[in-house]
């Protein structure tokens, strides 16, 4: 591990900016030596009084102090949090001092000269990790919930961070571990007396839990990532307003005037709890115009990269070649077709996309915009329900060596359905657990927690 546990580690822990408090931390053996040298109780000390006295697990009002100058830096809120009841496992301080940028790099300065070193990205969490405090997937969901975009994403990630998904893998794994035991043993001693075991129930219930853990992954990448969802048409037909609507405020310029639109504009919603990131694009027409060009090449790009289409046409015009092309483009992805302008009278029969689902509205009054939310739910989760008191899994990484867990459990219930030797039976349950506990860290390798790590805050 390049990051030693030993170091007493510094960072700011608040984002950088004005604010009304801002946060400098320490984790390591170092931090009560370090506090003392910079923090004074009380009221503003004479210059070179150093007295500390400051009682464990308390905030102390008082000043820090250029240990080097003897100049009063800030006045502050300090703690002493010892060993090992505390985020990291190790004694951690905390500084609370006025939240600008200039005494917060001040203190971070001096808390480095006094020995102290940078914490890198997520250090103070990897060594929760590493400390045995909480376990991989826990960690993850620190962050997750640092980056919740709903309060239901929020939920998912509070789930995970109590353990709730570690559990769940955990129980799987040590169904597993005693049938991979016997089969070792029974391969390793074969003249030996070894009780009779049947590995073969073991290995089926632990698909059908994983089966259906990952049956919710889907729906726990949804709450944790969002969905894209490109507003897409020809010029005219409301696809700004219908952004407006659906974010009830103006956000987007509407205008009578085909080619309003010429950039992409985002803005993300909270529609039941999904995060749903509505992307407005340029109509799109066949154009010379180089400008208008440029647009449309935006609105495809749009369209390409969403993982949902919105695609509006106007109710009270009758659907023109333009609309059959842009279908066309959608080709097969999950689509709603709004019929915008139910305010006015309504032209008639729609044949587009003649098996997608449909909804009626009027952007301008706001007519029918509840069914359109709701059809897009049903669209978002395609029928699926979610069954209560299973975790979500909601991080590509678990998903992925889930699905490994299974492969390597199917793989080694076709290995026993062939009469194949035990041997081929124990590597894959073994692969089958290396998978899970890649999950809660168990099996974690110094570069997976480089990437997860690597991908947080520095402070966090
Ligand atoms: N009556 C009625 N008019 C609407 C409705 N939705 C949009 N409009 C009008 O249609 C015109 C075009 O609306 P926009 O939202 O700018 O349409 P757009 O699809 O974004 O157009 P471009 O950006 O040019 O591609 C405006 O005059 C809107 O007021 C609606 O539901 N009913
Ligand atoms: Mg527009």
């Known amino acids: 591990m390049r990051y030693s546990l030993d170091d007493t580690i510094v960072a700011i822990s608040t984002p950088i900016g004005e604010g009304g408090i801002g946060i400098v931390r320490l984790s390591g ?63 951690v301080g905390e500084i609370n001092c006025h939240g600008g940028v200039v005494p917060l790099r001040h203190i971070l300065e001096i808390c480095l000269r006094q020995g102290a070193r940078l914490a890198h990205e997520g250090e103070f969490t990897l060594r929760a990790f590493l400390n045995g405090r909480i376990d991989l997937a826990q960690a993850e969901a620190v962050l997750d919930i640092v980056r919740a975009k709903t309060e239901t994403g929020l939920r998912v990630a509070m789930g995970q961070l109590g353990g709730g998904l570690s559990q ?9 571990i005693p049938a991979l035991a016997h089969l070792e043993a029974s391969i390793d001693f074969p003249e030996d007396e070894i009780p009779p075991y049947e590995v073969g129930p073991a290995i089926q219930k632990g698909r059908e839990r994983l089966e259906q853990l990952l049956s919710q992954a889907n729906r726990g990448m949804i709450y944790r990532h969002g969905v894209r969802t490109a507003i897409i048409g020809r010029p005219n037909v409301g696809k700004s307003s219908l952004l407006n609507a659906l974010l009830r405020t103006s956000r987007a310029i509407v205008t009578p005037i ?31 115009d180089l400008i208008e060009r440029l647009s449309i090449e935006r609105s495809r790009q749009a369209l390409e990269q969403a993982d949902l289409v919105l695609m509006v046409v106007d109710g009270s015009l009758a659907s023109t070649p333009a609309d059959e092309e842009i279908a066309a483009l959608i080709g097969d992805k999950v689509t709603l077709l709004v019929v915008n302008k139910l305010d006015l009278p309504q032209c008639g029969e729609i044949a587009l996309l003649p098996k997608r ?72 349950l073994q692969a089958a657990i290396n998978a899970l506990g890649e999950i809660t860290g168990e099996t974690a390798s110094e570069d997976l927690l480089e990437v997860i790590f690597s991908s947080f805050c520095i402070g966090k």
């Open 258 to 288: 085909p080619g309003t639109t010429r950039d992409t504009l985002e803005e993300t919603i909270n529609l039941q709890g999904i995060p749903l990131v509505l992307i407005d694009t340029a109509g799109i027409v066949s154009s010379d």
């Open 357 to 428: 689902r449909r909804a009626h509205v009027s952007a301008l009054t706001g007519e029918g915009l509840p069914d359109l939310e709701q059809a897009l739910v049903d669209l978002i989760f395609g029928g699926e329900v979610a069954s209560a008191g299973l975790p979500l899994v909601s991080n590509a990484r678990h998903e992925d060596a889930l699905k490994r867990a299974l492969q390597s459990l199917c793989d080694a219930q076709r290995a026993q359905d062939q009469n194949m030797s035990e041997d081929f039976v124990a590597i894959d």
């Open 168 to 176: 769940h893998i955990r129980a799987i794994r040590e169904e597993l």
């Open 29 to 91: 053996s170092e931090t009560v030596s370090i506090l003392s040298g910079i923090f004074v109780k009380g009221r503003i000390p004479a210059s070179g009084e150093r007295p500390f006295g400051m009682s464990p697990n308390r905030l102390h009002y008082g000043h820090l102090v250029d240990p080097d100058t003897g100049e009063t830096v800030d006045e502050v809120l300090a703690s002493y949090m010892p060993a090992p009841q505390t985020y990291t496992r190790q004694d």
